[in-house]
């Protein structure tokens, strides 16, 4: 299932994508709150949860998503369309 948000960022960014995203960050980033992916098929996630997603997201952006001109990258496009996921869920 698509949503509108995934639109704007290309062929290929579907929400499989987008978990594997958030879980491989989630991974690095929070180890320990790794739970929410799970959490993410059983009920809608509470703000608190979808801020500890946000926060690692970010992090992983400033990192690792920005080109030289602080523009996004490739990889910071889809990092932020995650977080616009995010948003919609």
Known sequence: MEN?????????????????????????????????LT????RPLSIVERELIREALAAEFVESGLREDDEPNEYGLLVQAAIDWLGHR
């Open 4 to 36: 509108s948000s995934l639109k704007n960022y290309g062929v290929g960014v579907t929400e499989k994508v987008l978990r594997q995203l958030i879980g491989d960050v989630l991974r690095r980033r929070a180890p320990d709150k790794q739970e929410v």
């Open 39 to 42: 959490i993410m098929d059983l």
